[in-house]
């Protein structure tokens, strides 16, 4: 069967540089997946997407012109239905044959099969669908591929050809669609979308083109056409690579040591945003850099697309590079115009940077109370003096509470950490608060740790990102995400599917994360209490639910590190309140499940479960008197010897010693089961075997619930 390549691309106005890869390898995986189900693309068939400022375009090896036809089996209806007691074809069957395009002579070769799982004699109609053309089948890769593209703001817009004629026709795409290409090989395909004709042309770079329009040889000349007579690189994966090796080859050239910052997202943008990049050197003023760098850095990323570089010690330079569109013989006007075009930029953060120093954070602070939080929960006024509260309970708790040093700290920077909100530089740059929160309280003499504090408060942001630099910040972080998820949870605020406005899940795991990973011995259940205390009335009591939640988001999260879900149920079913043990307890479960010991004491461990549920309240101690059994009395002199050193390794927090100490009772736990009846008519034995069960059953389930590794 002869095959040829298969090259598609709409040539549209610019697209939307944050969505661009993802619109590129969507069309190219949806076209490639459709043309596959019809029969048209071979196995060993290459897929290759193609993204660029102006286009999309998807490239397929080893596409047939038309699908090989194929056996279809149509299940028509049961034969009692279908057939009359003499055999021939019933109104219904025949409406049916109708439908399907075979006529009254079809009833002959119809098949009668039974009904899989079924008794029922069923008829069956067998045909020999004709294979798809590659002209239809792409049509409908096409449309199906344009609908499902993940726009994330249609346009409408009216056609060209109809612009002057009544009843315009309208299309909705991401931009408006100039050109469409369609080849198989050098032909053709005679395919339509959003009102253009398939042709074998498309435009180049709007400056540098050679030649216009870019007429293609064939599919496999697509990208080698486009670049060199286009000048246009139209893989995604290409620019974005060629900016990568531009940025630190120009960076080398400066000297110095100075390199590029590394951001991937302004690098996937950057890339969606030229067709044939080309990396400038440029600077300015060395007077800016007494701003802040993250107010220089986040105005030259976010406003101009730029990188900073920075040197050897890893400090902003005064140097930045473009990637310009455009390659001029002479870059001086490029690199001029930059240079004029940031200067403003870095002007208006130097001056919200002298303006905000004028005015103390202390009494920026006296605005909060202006300033509303939340309709049901008061202004941030109000909401820092309830983080400020829960941070002073939380020094409680860690046996801080006489500390005056340390409380004066704690309670400085909740009362400060969102003055900054009040401030010009985070009016402008909201990405910035609690950063610059840092800066002005510097400026303010305040000792470091505070400042630390209020520039830390909302750390963790993200996942992976660092936790706060000091205890003082991890109390105010603590504190402050405490008060949004009780405040929230506490007045019906939840998050609901893929909404949350709040981050309510963000800040459990920052939670989490605290807990787990800091110096931080808190209880769960503690902090909640605390903080739910400090809402008082005002919210309803949301503990239950929260803990609930807690523990869901922490299982989510112990699963993206690897661990079973056998194991983190097995763990998490004991609720620890401290969660800084949690990695040494999965730790001690997995290697306990390695032991050869292991399974049979989880089964033993589930049944003992569900045999203490139906007893009656099981209290008190074994009565050795009333060990009547071998088996029973080797269990119980084998628990006094373990139990004791098991508990002992418990308590010191070496959890896999303890489980590896009790897997040695797995040879009298079986006996015991094997040979002693528990539930004896006697209710003194039966009340004291029941007792020896509930001692074992605490005894090997303080590290896990063993019953949760049970297969």
Not at 541 to 559: E, G, I, N, V
Request: proline share 4%.
């Amino acid at each position: 069967m002869t095959t040829q390549s298969l090259l598609v691309e709409l040539f549209v106005e610019e697209l939307p540089p944050k969505a661009l890869q993802k619109l590129g390898n969507a069309f190219s995986e949806v076209l490639s997946e459709q043309l596959r189900a019809q029969g048209l693309l071979s196995d060993n068939s290459v897929v290759t997407s193609y993204a660029t400022p102006r286009r999309l375009a998807a490239h397929m090896s080893a596409v047939i012109a038309q699908a090989p036809d194929r056996q279809v089996e149509q299940k028509l209806m049961p034969v009692a239905v279908g057939l009359d007691a003499s055999g021939n074809a019933t109104p219904a069957l025949l409406k049916k044959l109708q439908a399907l395009g075979a006529g009254a002579d079809a009833v002959a070769q119809l098949r009668k099969s039974p009904e899989p799982g079924k008794d029922t004699l069923v008829l069956f109609y067998d045909s020999q669908v004709k294979g798809a053309t590659l002209s239809v089948g792409l049509q409908k890769a096409l449309d199906e591929a344009i609908a499902k593209l993940p726009i994330p703001k249609v346009m409408t817009y009216q056609l060209e050809k109809d612009c002057e004629l009544p009843g315009w026709s309208s299309v909705q795409f991401v931009r408006p669609a100039h050109g469409l290409v369609a080849l198989h090989g050098s032909t053709i395909v005679p395919v339509t979308a959003l009102g253009l004709q398939a042709g074998n042309s498309t435009q180049g770079h709007r400056f540098e083109a050679k030649v216009s329009p870019v007429v293609f040889k064939s599919a496999d000349t697509y990208a080698e056409q486009l670049k060199s007579e286009g000048a246009v690189i139209a893989s995604f994966t290409e620019r974005r690579d060629d900016i990568t090796r531009q940025l630190a080859a120009v960076a080398a050239k400066i000297g110095g040591g100075v390199r590029a910052i590394e951001d991937s997202a302004l690098l996937d943008e950057v890339t969606a945003l030229v067709e044939r990049p080309n990396v400038l050197s440029c600077m300015f003023e060395k007077e800016f850099l007494d701003v802040p760098p993250e107010c220089l850095i986040l105005t030259m990323k976010a406003n101009q697309k730029y990188f900073p570089l920075l040197d050897v010690q890893g400090k902003l330079s005064n140097q930045f590079l473009v990637v310009s569109n455009i390659t001029p013989d002479d870059a001086s006007a490029v690199i001029g115009g930059n240079e004029r075009v940031v200067r403003p930029r870095l002007a208006d953060a130097k001056f919200f940077f002298d303006q905000d120093r004028k005015k103390s954070m202390a009494i920026r602070a006296k605005g909060l109370a202006n300033v509303v939080y939340h309709n049901k929960l008061g202004t941030q006024a109000e909401r820092t003096q309830r983080v400020s509260a829960i941070a002073k309970a939380i020094a409680g708790l860690m046996h801080k509470g006489d500390d005056a040093t340390f409380l004066h700290a704690v309670d400085t920077a909740a009362q400060l950490a969102k003055a900054d909100l009040l401030t010009d530089m985070v009016g402008e740059f909201p990405e910035l608060q609690g950063i610059m929160g840092g800066y002005y309280a510097r400026n303010d003499g305040l000792h470091a740790n505070i400042a630390e504090a209020i520039e830390d408060h909302y750390k963790p942001r993200f996942a992976g990102d660092d936790l706060p630099r000091n205890t003082v910040g991890l109390v105010v972080a603590m504190a402050d995400k405490l008060e949004t998820l009780v405040g929230m949870f506490g007045i019906g605020n939840l998050p609901t599917g893929d909404k949350d406005p709040f981050a309510l899940r963000r800040h459990a795991l920052g939670v989490i994360r605290m807990l787990r990973e800091s110096s931080l011995t808190l209880s769960l259940s503690d902090i909640i209490g605390q903080t739910v205390a400090v809402f008082g009335s005002a919210i309803t009591d949301p503990h239950t639910q929260l803990t609930a939640f807690f523990y869901d988001r922490l299982s989510a999260s112990l699963r993206e590190q690897g661990f079973s879900a056998q194991e983190v149920e097995a763990v998490l079913a004991l609720r620890p309140q401290e969660l800084s043990d949690i990695t040494r307890r999965l730790q001690a479960v997995r290697a306990f499940a390695t032991l050869p010991e292991s399974q049979a004491l989880a089964a033993a461990n589930k049944r003992i479960g569900n045999i203490l549920k139906k007893a009656d309240d099981v209290q008190g101690d074994v009565n050795e008197s009333l060990l009547a059994e071998a088996a029973e009395k080797a269990l119980f002199k084998t628990m006094q010897r373990l139990t004791p050193e098991a508990h002992k390794q418990w308590v010191a927090g070496d959890y896999t010693a303890s489980l590896q100490t009790l897997s040695a009772l797995r040879t009298p736990v079986d006996a015991f089961f094997d040979d002693v009846m528990v539930n004896a008519e006697d209710l003194a034995l039966r009340h004291n075997r029941q007792r020896l069960l509930k001692q074992l059953h605490v005894a090997m389930n303080q590290v896990a619930d063993l019953a949760c590794l049970a297969v």
